[in-house]
């Protein structure tokens, strides 16, 4: 299993950028993906998800600026980010959590997923 993850960089506050997580290995529409963020010295913290039929989560902190989109075609996840601010900064990463019943939804902690990306750098400057 793999889950590769891209598009990191640097901008400016106000700016965009797009990431990318492709994942192999995996039955891709059978899986909550989510983008979780760290900084050094914090915890990994979730940013937003989405399930298996398409139904995002975000966290407040992203709420209407950043979208999650899948295309199981593609076994590709997106991660749309604007108005970015720098306390946005951090890696980013990818996760997979497969579901295990209808019921299951997009969880918000660590521990609720099965798989992980490497990681992308996001800096934002202001």
């Known amino acids: 299993v793999q889950l590769q993850a891209s598009g990191g960089g640097s901008v400016q506050a106000g700016g965009s950028l797009r990431l990318s997580c492709a994942a192999s290995g995996i039955w891709f529409s059978s899986y909550v993906l989510a983008w979780f963020r760290q900084v050094p010295g914090k915890d990994r913290e979730f940013v937003i998800g989405?399930?298996?039929?398409?139904?995002?989560s975000d966290s407040d902190s992203v709420k209407g600026r950043f979208t999650i989109a899948r295309d199981n075609s593609k076994n590709t996840v997106y991660l749309q980010m604007n108005s970015l601010q720098p306390e946005d900064t951090g890696v980013y990463y990818c996760?997979?959590?497969?579901?295990?019943?209808?019921?299951?939804?997009?969880?918000?902690?660590?521990?609720?997923?099965?798989?992980w990306g490497q990681g992308t750098l996001v800096t934002v400057s202001s």
């Open positions: 989405i399930s298996g039929r398409g139904r995002p």
């Open positions: 996760a997979a959590a497969r579901i295990t019943s209808v019921f299951y939804d997009v969880g918000r902690r660590e521990s609720d997923y099965d798989y």
